[in-house]
């Protein structure tokens, strides 16, 4: 056999009658699929388990029965009134609401990560979540003064996280192509200016009032939870960018190999760039417009996700949908006792926990070419 020809494929008979896997991507996939049914199952645990965490503390067998009872469910909760009305009330859509909007930036973290081939990329870096908030910062200031309705604050949202993303996709592009560095600098360029824009917007507000509930949804708050349109949307938000993304699996994978091997594998890298962009920019925006501007959830729990599952995005986007669920459940039950009876903006926690990993992050990737 010369240099130049390629080895002679394996007959069938000699491999082994147990080797059917050679490659044990069926033990993968039972990995990762064991994986992904247990972070489920403890995404679902920590819902009612949050949901009891707090100056009045609930077992969770009871706030269990309390959200169960008013599902319609055959159960009697034995609760005071009080303790039915702070689980019900108050906790049980904040915890939802903090399980759909750590999903939906994990999901477009993951996403960012594979279109860009940046393991740096979120949508808070790239400026996406600075769009939002411009978006619904105007729409929560400006709103009453233009006579907007409910649904403003999250159409808004979506449209300035839709718009800054576009607007990073042009000033990194560069002759046809598209490099993560320049995406990168792109996105800290636009998001330091619509920051600026959002402080302006603040500064020149009408009310003292509008002005300080801004800036503390800037810095991230799941206490505004309320069965309203905001958490519905969330959730919407946080199901089809599950579905969506997970579909669209295959398609991240070759964007993740490279605009070279998209083309060889059948995927027009920009439309399917333009295309994803739509769906991260519906879940940011939902996000934001619910909860405020959270960083780090997109930039450390797809990392964390691929550890667990592997590198396939079909098992990397579910797996980090969970992992952000529990990341923002338990972050947001650790503000609402560590300074109690204040409470810290779960933004807070969520720097302090992410900034220290995007530094070994980056210590680790310090010989790796962008």
Not at 302 to 308: I, S
Request: aromatic share 4%; net charge positive.
């Amino acid at each position: 056999m010369t240099r130049l020809e390629a080895p002679p494929a394996p007959a069938a008979s000699s491999i082994l009658p147990g080797a059917r896997d050679p490659l044990g991507t069926r033990a993968r996939d039972r990995r990762a699929a064991a994986w992904i049914l247990g972070l489920g199952v403890a995404t679902a645990v920590s819902v009612l388990v949050c949901a009891g965490i707090g100056p009045v503390l609930v077992p969770p067998l009871r706030a269990a029965a309390i959200i169960a009872a008013h599902l319609g469910l055959p159960v009697d909760p034995q609760a005071t009134l009080a303790e039915d009305a702070i689980i019900w009330g108050v906790r049980a859509p904040r915890v939802v609401l903090g399980a759909a909007v750590g999903a939906c930036l994990a999901l477009c973290g993951a996403a960012l990560q594979a279109m860009v081939r940046n393991l740096l990329a979120d949508p808070y870096v790239l400026g996406i979540s600075g769009g939002a908030s411009t978006g619904a910062a105007a729409a929560v200031l400006l709103g009453a003064g233009a006579g907007l309705g409910a649904a403003a604050q999250p159409a808004l949202a979506f449209a300035g996280a839709l718009a800054a993303a576009l607007l990073v996709l042009v000033l990194a592009r560069s002759h046809g192509a598209v490099t993560s560095l320049r995406l990168l600098l792109a996105g800290v360029a636009v998001g330091y200016v619509l920051t600026a824009i959002t402080n302006l917007l603040v500064f020149t507000a009408d009310t003292a009032e509008g002005s300080r509930s801004v800036m503390f949804w800037m810095l991230g708050s799941l206490a505004l939870g309320h069965w309203d349109l905001f958490l519905g949307l969330a959730v919407l938000a946080a199901v089809a960018g599950l579905l969506i993304l997970t579909a669209a699996g295959p398609v991240l994978d070759a964007l993740a190999a490279g605009d070279e091997t998209a083309w060889s594998l059948g995927v027009r890298p920009d439309r399917a760039r333009v295309a994803l962009l739509v769906v991260v920019s519906l879940c940011t925006g939902a996000a934001v417009a619910a909860a405020g501007a959270i960083g780090f959830v997109g930039l450390v729990v797809p990392h964390l996700a691929r550890r667990l599952v592997g590198g396939p995005h079909r098992r990397v986007v579910p797996a980090a949908a969970f992992l952000g669920a529990l990341f923002l459940l338990w972050a947001d039950a650790l503000a609402r006792v560590v300074l109690a009876p204040r409470e810290l903006p779960i933004g807070v926690i969520t720097a302090l926990v992410g900034a220290p990993f995007l530094v070994v992050l980056v210590r680790r990737l310090r010989g790796v070419a962008s």
